[in-house]
């Protein structure tokens, strides 16, 4: 049956559709207050184009109106239309009953300031191709419904943007880039507000086909009081999808967060700024479940998963978890890198992730899992990031079955790592300084130092490889064997007399070389040998003792090492470098030369012998000089006569008054040439004789 409408106005040009000024009605039509035209009824369902902003009724039950809105989310089509500039659509489904539901469509921009109350009905961003539809909720407007799509089909483009106090209350899920080729963009800003009651927020729903691109779908929460709340996020189902927290706005999911979902998927989440935050109060949140997903926290965001957090979940999965930035943090039971899938964990620039469990790394069989201590494997190094379990307590960390990895990639210079660590997996020391703290006497892998100083402060359980350009150093036990490659360095601080000790082999390749630091006063003594590394056997001695300053070596030290069967031990002498080498005066010469005569055993002599940089050298000779009590001295007296002519100046001026009347005495005065009163650094006048 045809809708008939009271007062026919023109004639658009939808075949036989009209365009009135009326009231619509018709059997079991909707009754619209406004402006309106009227198309024709098939099986395809009845649409209606609305040229302003309408409040619709209905003279179909409540009942049978969401039903009809219900068959209309399960997937009706739509009857093709032209629409005139800046109108509003309203698509209504085939059958005896049906509910509102709002369609903007082509270059359309409508602007809702009012409750608009859907009674379920379905909202339609973005549905011909082509289009680029624009709906915006501000000033009050609040809308309600089922269902909503924003950008539905190929090459189409929609846009919903809520602010201030707006808002959007969807009974259902809210998709936004749903068909191939769509691409659709949900802005909550500057305090608005959309929740979707009962169901999901979909980005990105469907993947590419043909000629067809994946659909693309972004939804951006920012500023603050702005809020998205939904049962579940969806970021990239089979699609592209995008979602960021920035500048204070606030995100929650009631169940799980998934990103990355089917396979050719991409989804990001990006949670940055201070008091930005991210809340996944239900299940769990899978980053890279069959495609690829990223989870950044950022500048100072916080996210919390009252479950664990799951990065690479299944086979042909790939996620990211990257936590940077100082106050950035994440907070979660616990943390799984490599599922049955490919994971990363990153903490950089004073971002921390805590778990309250445990961080499992490559958990099953087929995965691989990395957590990266400033930057990944190759890159350039970042500040460090730290891993904490619950309540700022050591973090507990375990290795799967898979392929798991820690590595330390940061530009920290002593970095304490003091974790709790078990398992079959492997150490990675990339750059920095490294001090291995925590428990390690469960871990059965291998350690790999290729750049920077790992350093053994603790019981690590498992086997160590110093590669070329690599650092080993320690003062605790390595229960496996040590090899030392060729380019690779052992590194001995004379400050203390630890020992490094190997229950197994130790494997020194001819190019490997001894390095001595000084943290401190030197503790070895000249001309006694000293055991720097034990070990159940040693193979292959160390090329030479290096003391330069590439490694901060001693300026004025050198070393012999001597081997046993099982100890390799140090003699340190003086070598022929003077004290006064690094001087820059006569003066000080002679003072470095008279530290130099004093000794062994002397407090200021073993200071000197100790020190790896030549500005230590000419720093301590000055303050040994007494120079600078000599220029604190002059500068007092100086300061003095200066406090001295002020006070004098000002009291004689106070006697001069000359010819010049008044209640108070000036500052200075002067008849005929002006000269400075003080002539340092005061700006008075005095009399000239």
């Not at 808002?167 to 080729?181: H, K, P, Q, T, Y």
């Not at 592209?240 to 799980?256: F, H």
């Not at 703290?437 to 059965?444: I, K, V």
């Not at 503790?523 to 290096?546: S, W």
Request: glycine share 16%; charged share 20%.
């Amino acid at each position: 049956m045809r809708a008939r409408i009271s007062r026919e106005c023109a004639t658009h040009g939808l075949g036989r559709s009209k365009v009135g000024c009326g009231t619509i009605r018709g059997a079991r039509a909707a009754v619209l207050r406004g402006r309106a035209a009227t198309g024709e009824s098939n099986d395809q369902g009845r649409v209606f184009t609305l040229m302003q902003s309408i409040s619709a009724t209905s003279t179909s039950s409540e009942a049978r109106r969401r039903d009809a809105s219900r068959r209309a989310i399960a997937g009706r089509s739509l009857l093709a239309a032209a629409l005139l500039a800046s109108t509003a659509l309203i698509a209504l489904p085939a059958g005896p009953a049906f509910a509102e539901d709002l369609l903007v469509d082509n270059n359309d921009q409508q602007e809702i300031t009012t409750p608009v109350d859907l009674e379920g009905g379905v909202v339609n961003v973005g549905v011909s191709p082509g289009s680029d539809a624009t709906l915006t909720i501000s000033d009050g407007g609040e809308l309600k419904s089922g269902v909503g799509v924003v950008g539905f089909s190929d090459a189409a483009k929609g846009t919903v943007t809520v602010s201030g106090t707006g808002s959007w209350d969807a009974d259902d899920a809210i998709r936004v880039g749903f068909n191939v080729g769509s691409t659709g963009v949900l802005n909550v800003l500057d305090g608005g507000r959309v929740t979707v009651v009962g169901g999901s927020l979909e980005l990105g729903s469907a993947g590419a086909n043909g000629s067809f691109g994946a659909a693309s779908g972004t939804a951006t929460v920012s500023g603050a009081g702005s809020k998205l709340e939904a049962v579940n996020f969806k970021v990239g189902i089979y699609g592209e999808g995008v979602m960021s927290v920035s500048d204070g706005g606030y995100a929650k999911t009631t169940q799980l967060l998934e990103i990355g979902i089917q396979p050719g998927s991409t989804g990001t989440v990006t949670v940055s700024g201070k008091d930005s935050k991210m809340i996944i109060q239900g299940t769990t949140a899978f980053l890279g479940v069959a495609g690829s997903g990223a989870l950044n926290v950022l500048d100072g965001g916080y996210l919390y998963s009252r479950n664990e957090v799951n990065i690479g979940k299944e086979l042909d999965g790939y996620g990211t978890l990257t936590v940077s930035g100082k106050d950035s943090r994440l907070v979660t039971a616990g943390i799984v890198v490599g599922d049955g899938a490919d994971g990363a964990l990153t903490v950089s620039n004073g971002g921390a992730a805590e778990a309250g469990d445990t961080f499992v790394v490559a958990e099953n069989a087929g995965s691989t899992g990395v957590i990266n201590i400033g930057a990944a494997s190759g890159e350039k190094a970042l500040a460090a990031g730290s891993l904490k379990g619950a309540d700022g307590a050591a973090a507990t960390i375990e290795f799967g079955a898979g392929d798991g990895t820690i590595l330390f990639n940061h530009t920290e210079e002593n970095y304490g790592f003091d974790a709790i660590v078990s398992g079959n997996g492997l150490l990675k020391q990339e750059a920095g300084d490294t001090r291995l703290t925590g428990d390690w006497s469960a871990f059965t892998g291998t350690g790999e130092v290729s750049g920077g100083v790992l350093s053994v402060d603790t019981d690590f359980g498992g086997s160590m490889t110093v590669l070329a350009g690599g650092t080993l150093a320690g003062s605790k036990t390595i229960d496996g064997d040590a090899e030392f490659q060729d380019g690779g360095f052992f590194q001995v601080d004379i400050s203390s007399t630890d020992v490094l000790d190997v229950a197994g082999t130790v494997t020194i390749g001819s190019g490997a070389d001894v390095v001595l630091v000084s943290d401190g006063a030197m503790a070895f003594e000249l001309g006694v040998t000293t055991t720097i590394m034990t070990a159940g056997e040693i193979e292959g001695e160390f090329g030479a003792v290096l003391a330069d300053d590439v490694f901060n070596g001693s300026l004025f030290l050198e070393g012999r090492l001597s081997y046993t069967e099982t100890t390799i031990d140090l003699t340190l002498d003086r070598n022929d470098v003077a004290f006064s080498d690094f001087t820059l005066t006569p003066t000080q010469a002679a003072i470095a030369d008279a530290v130099d005569s004093l000794g062994l055993g002397n407090n200021i002599f073993d200071t000197f012998v100790a020190f790896t940089e030549e500005d230590d050298v000419v720093d301590a000779v000055i303050a040994l000089s007494g120079e600078a009590h000599a220029s604190t001295q002059a500068s007092v007296v100086q300061s003095a006569g200066l406090t001295r002519d002020q006070v004098n100046a000002r009291i004689r001026s106070a006697f001069a008054l000359g010819s010049v009347t008044g209640d108070y005495a000036p500052l200075a005065y002067g008849e005929e040439a002006k000269a400075p009163a003080a002539f340092d650094q005061v700006a008075g006048q005095s009399k000239s004789g």
